[in-house]
């Protein structure tokens, strides 16, 4: 069953120097890379991506993680992972959510950690299931920024759009 799924390396990843590291072992998967962008992560995305947590204690220090207020380092390598069975095969490479609970040849239990607070610092994000991969895939990419067309699309025209280019 050919699936996508999307890839976060968080910040506590990206400051410990942990991107190759991780790169190479999700490599193991034999999975192709079709979309991947090193993005600042807003409060609004932050909190979308961890919407069914919003009622937990944690949630509050979760956002400032996954925003990299906690480790000044304000970004996350976002990937998606196409291929057989993909969501299965990084969920598991990826290993349990509590470092302590991960199998220690995963990429959580290889380099996750708890803080003192008990936020879960486990390096990497890999979506849980088809529905909420397409949900996550959505709210961090737009489908030109994907080279192969996942979910249905629609072209429209926009007035009045502003954007940032560079400055003569």
């Given amino acids: 069953m050919i699936q996508q799924t999307l890839v976060l390396i968080k910040p506590d990843g990206l400051v410990r120097s942990l991107t190759g590291n991780i790169l190479t ?3 193991e ?3 192709e890379i079709v979309a991947a962008k090193i993005t600042r992560v807003s409060k609004e995305v ?3 991506q961890y919407r069914q947590l919003r ?7 979760l956002i400032q993680y996954l925003q990299g207020e906690l480790h000044d380092r ?5 990937m998606i992972y196409w291929g057989q069975h993909a969501i299965t095969k990084l969920r598991s490479l990826a290993g349990s959510t509590n470092p302590e609970e991960a199998d220690p040849v995963s990429i959580r239990g290889s380099y996750g950690r708890i803080r003192t607070s008990g936020l879960f610092e486990n390096v ?3 979506s849980s299931s088809e529905a909420e991969a397409e949900r996550e895939i959505k709210l961090w990419f737009q489908p030109d920024e994907i080279i192969v067309d996942l979910y249905p ?6 007035k009045e759009v502003k954007v940032r ?3 003569p």
Avoid: C, G, M, N
């Fill in 165 to 167: 280019q560079w400055a």
């Fill in 124 to 126: 990497i994000h890999a």
């Fill in 153 to 158: 699309t629609q072209e429209v025209t926009l």
């Fill in 29 to 31: 998967t034999k999975l």
């Fill in 74 to 78: 304000r970004k996350v390598l976002a």
């Fill in 46 to 48: 932050a909190e979308a």
């Fill in 55 to 61: 009622d937990k204690p944690f949630y509050p220090e």
């Fill in 25 to 27: 072992r999700l490599s």
